[in-house]
């Protein structure tokens, strides 16, 4: 079963809007860390966001806010003021414990396009 | 935050050669680093967990023989392919985890068996 779910394989925003990409996750751990990368065409992984499980504020770091649903198992990005370097991949991923070891395990992503 | 290097960042070889793929934490150090592989237009699959001092531990599906792991330093974790074929060419990233909510990612290596 996946772990990970992301439903929107693209997305579109106006530049200047705010956007939510939508991310679902499966788990009976009740400590697990949910996570946002963003992924240019460059490559490179770029950490955006961290909520953890028993965190009860929704996280928030400038532009980039987790509207965390503990109840839904939901932890969807929300983008604000999208701007044109906000195009590219957008991948969740959660980090589970197995006895002492942690590993992060990735959904399979959302492009986003920001458009004039 | 924190830098991850690795090196190449591109590289291309023969079927039937072996690869070296470096990983470097530039201003930290890393007890534990990840190996992930990604095909164009896919999720990011762990590969390996890097641990300093220690055997790596594979995920399920992934030959440890084919896929070297060596994470000789803190601040250094190396990735051989061995016996590169071409359905080894993807795109490799390293990361390395300075503590439980931080885990960095190098910028990747496109590795192209012909």
């Known amino acids: 079963a996946q772990k990970i779910t992301q439903t929107q394989p693209g997305m579109f925003v106006q530049e200047k809007e705010a956007v939510t990409l939508d991310c679902t996750y499966d788990?009976?751990?009740?400590?697990?860390?949910l996570f946002w990368y963003k992924q240019p065409s460059s490559g490179e992984m770029i950490f955006l966001i961290y909520?953890?499980?028993?965190?009860?504020q929704n996280a928030t770091e400038g532009r980039y806010s987790l509207n965390f649903q503990k109840a839904r198992k939901s932890a969807n990005l929300v983008i604000s003021a999208s701007q044109l370097g906000d195009s590219a991949m957008y991948f969740c991923?959660?980090?589970?414990?197995?006895?002492?070891?942690?590993?992060?395990?990735f959904g399979t992503g959302t492009r986003l396009q920001v458009t004039l | 935050g924190a830098v991850v290097s690795q090196h190449p960042s591109w590289v291309i070889c023969k079927s039937g050669t072996s690869v070296k793929i470096e990983c470097r934490s530039l201003?930290?150090?890393?007890?534990?680093m990840f190996w992930y592989r990604q095909f164009p237009k896919q999720s990011l699959m762990l590969m390996a967990t890097?641990?300093?001092?220690?055997?790596?531990?594979?995920e399920q599906g992934v030959e440890k023989d084919k896929f070297l792991i060596n994470h000789a330093s803190l601040t250094l974790s190396t990735l051989t392919v061995t016996s590169a074929h071409p359905e080894d060419s993807s795109f490799y990233i390293c990361?390395?985890?300075?503590?439980?909510?931080?885990?960095?990612f190098g910028p990747g290596t496109r590795l192209t068996v012909t």
């Open positions: 788990t009976s751990d009740q400590s697990y860390g």
């Open positions: 991923a959660m980090r589970e414990w197995t006895g002492t070891a942690s590993k992060l395990t």
């Open positions: 990361s390395a985890r300075i503590r439980a909510h931080e885990q960095y």
């Open positions: 909520q953890g499980s028993y965190d009860e």
């Open positions: 890097s641990n300093e001092g220690s055997k790596a531990t594979y």
């Open positions: 201003d930290f150090q890393a007890t534990t």
